[in-house]
C-alpha cells in the first residue's frame, strides 16, 4: 500500500480498508482545518488506485469497508469511481460498502442521478462536513459554500439511497453568536433529514489559519460550558422526522453524547441539561484531541 502524507478518515471508517483516491483536498481553505495543509491536490490515477487495491487483496483478509481518501474522493469522473468501485467489488466481495468524503460542490454537480449509479456499484456513504447551518459562520471560515447548497445537498446523497454522514463543528463562531450558529445548524438537520449526524468541537491546530486568530483574541473560544449550552439550543431546535443517528462522542467533545433523533432528543438534553454549571464533569481540556 503506498500512502502520501497523513491520512485522514471519519471515527467510523476506524476498521475500513483506507486507499487515497486523491491526494489531498480541493478546495484546503477552510480556516479551521489543518488537515491537508502541507499537500498540493491531485487526483491519482486509476490505475494506481487498483494496483493498491490489488495489493491490499494479497495482504488482507476479510475487509468489511473501504474508505476512499483524501479529503474529497467523489470529485473523480464517473467513470473512474464506478471502475474503482466496480473493483473494490471484485476483488472484496465480502465488502460492505465503500465511502467517500464529498464537497456540497461535488455532490450539486454529480446529482442524484449519477449518484445512484455509483451506489449500485458499492458507494454507500458520503461525509459531508457541513460544520455550521450558518451562512455567516461558514463564509466566517471560508468554507467555500452557503447553508442552501449544504442542505440541498444532503437531500442529494439521501434521494440517490446513500447515506449522508454530516458533520458540524460545537464553537466554530467562538464565543460571538453562537446562540445563530446553534440555531441555525439545529434546523439545517431538521431540513436537511441526514442519516447521520457527528458533532465535534473546535479545536485548531498550529497550522490551521483559525490558530492565530485565537491567540490574538481576534476569535473567542466558546467554554466548555458554553458548548454545552450551545448543543442544548442546537438540539432544541433539531427537527428529525426519520431516524437520524447522532453523536457527540468525538475525542474533542467535553460531553459524550450517543443517540438516535428524534426517540432520543429528550434523553440528551435532559443529559445536557444534568451538566449544566458543572464543568468538573466534563472532559479535562488535557484529555480533548483531534
Known sequence: MRYEGNIFRPPSEAHSLIVQATIGCAHNECTFCSMFK???????????????LEDARRRYGRVGRI??????????????????????????????R?????????????????LAALRDEGLGIIYIGAESGSDRVLKAVKKG??????????RVI??????ASVTFISGLSGSDGWEEHAVSTGRMIGEAQPSYVGLLTLMAEPSAPLYEDILSGRFR??????AVEETIMLLEHTD????????????SNYLSLRGTLPSDKESMLAELRSVRNRDDLLKDERLRML
Do not use: M, W
Open 240 to 251: 428529525a422526522k426519520k431516524d437520524c443517528v447522532f453523536r457527540s462522542n468525538h475525542a
Open 67 to 96: 474508505f476512499l481518501a483524501d479529503g474529497d474522493a467523489l470529485i473523480l469522473s464517473d467513470d473512474d469511481l464506478k471502475a474503482i468501485l466496480s473493483k473494490i467489488g471484485t476483488l472484496f466481495p465480502e465488502c460492505e
Open 98 to 114: 465503500g465511502g467517500v468524503y464529498g464537497s456540497p460542490q461535488d455532490v450539486l454537480r454529480k446529482g442524484a442521478h449519477r
Open 145 to 154: 459554500v452557503g447553508a442552501a447548497e449544504i442542505t440541498e445537498a444532503i
Open 158 to 163: 439521501e434521494s440517490a439511497k446513500i447515506n
Open 221 to 226: 473560544l466558546l467554554s466548555p460550558l458554553g
Open 38 to 52: 502541507d499537500k498540493r491536490f491531485r487526483v491519482r490515477k486509476r490505475e494506481e488506485i487498483v494496483e493498491d
